[in-house]
């Protein structure tokens, strides 16, 4: 890079892979807010959003309201939402 020192030219290659990486990152984030609007979401998917174990899963599968579309689960992310917060405890309540 004409006009540069080799310190500044070290800085901006630096600048230049942080930014990039910066750049994926985003992607990942937005690619997961994409799917965060879906109201329905795979076995593995709601494995992942509510973080329990496949044996807990399976088990409460009926509590939680689930669907079989071609054979495969699927769980109604609302439903989900709505176990999770009716499980908050309030102290003094």
């Known amino acids: 890079m004409k006009g540069l020192t080799i310190i500044e030219t070290e800085a901006l290659e630096k600048l230049t892979s942080q930014l990039s990486r910066m750049e994926e990152s985003f992607k990942e984030i937005a690619q997961k807010l ?3 609007t879906e109201p329905w979401m795979s076995f593995d998917e709601t494995l992942k ?3 329990k174990k496949e044996t807990w899963l399976y088990a409460n599968k009926s509590k939680l309201g689930f669907s ?3 054979g495969d689960i699927v769980f109604s992310r609302k439903k989900i939402d709505e ?3 009716s499980r908050f405890y309030q ?3």
Request: zero cysteines; glycine letters at 14%.
């Open 34 to 36: 994409e799917h965060a």
């Open 49 to 51: 959003y509510i973080k």
């Open 68 to 70: 079989k579309v071609g």
């Open 83 to 85: 176990y999770i917060e």
């Open 91 to 93: 102290s003094g309540t």
